[in-house]
């Protein structure tokens, strides 16, 4: 699976053109009902506003939505969409709120607005980039567990979990392009003598 960009925190900026005021905020989250409790709480933080535009992409479904928030169609969430995939960057929410001015920007003006606005906060931020990781579990005998954690270190594998019992249970994070190697590499080590399991994927 292909690797992807993200937010690791809330972003603002603002931007104001031919006297209309374009505010900026992108909101790193993961599920629907976090993207509507996001959009209230703009709605609410940014009263009396002419125009709420945003675009949204969620990788778990692949799921991405734009709206125009009554503005001409295809000039607020669509420019605001294409920043988001040209950039590669899911789980996040990009809200455009517009307190108009009195000057009207015709469509190729508010195009240029409104994805403007969302690249300039898109650029004021750095991208974590993640990437899909096999969590293995190891059942570590209590003489293999210093060196193992040291080799682990070596080759930039996490170790997110111990857990100390008649052996240690290392919960350990490994690329998925890096699978093949950490099996032969476990196995011809410790000569088959620490057992483990694949637990699954996460991105990280």
Do not use: C
Not at 76 to 97: A, C, F, S, T, Y
Not at 107 to 117: S, V
């Amino acid at each position: 699976m292909e690797g992807f960009n993200t937010l690791s925190r809330i972003v603002t900026e603002e931007q104001v053109i031919d006297k209309s005021r374009f505010i900026g905020i992108a909101i790193p989250l993961t599920t629907l009902e976090e993207i509507e409790t996001a959009l209230i709480r703009i709605r609410e933080d940014y009263p009396n506003a002419r125009h709420y535009v945003y675009a949204y992409r969620l990788h778990n479904g692949f799921m991405e939505k734009s709206s125009d928030d009554g503005e001409p169609q295809g000039t607020g969430g669509r420019p605001i969409l294409d920043i988001l995939q040209h950039r590669n960057i899911w789980n996040v929410l990009l809200v455009v709120v517009r307190y108009f001015g009195g000057v009207l920007l015709g469509t190729g003006g508010l195009t240029r607005a409104y994805g403007g606005t969302a690249r300039q906060v898109i650029n004021s931020t750095e991208l974590k980039k993640l990437s899909v990781y096999h969590i293995y579990i190891l059942r570590v005998p209590y003489q293999w567990f210093e060196t193992l954690k040291y080799q682990f270190e070596q080759h930039d594998w996490f170790i997110q979990n111990e857990e100390f019992s008649d052996v240690i249970n290392l919960h350990v994070n490994i690329p998925e392009h890096e699978i093949e190697k950490f099996r032969e590499w476990i196995d011809d080590f410790t000569r088959k003598q620490v057992l483990y399991e694949d637990h699954g994927t996460i991105w990280r």
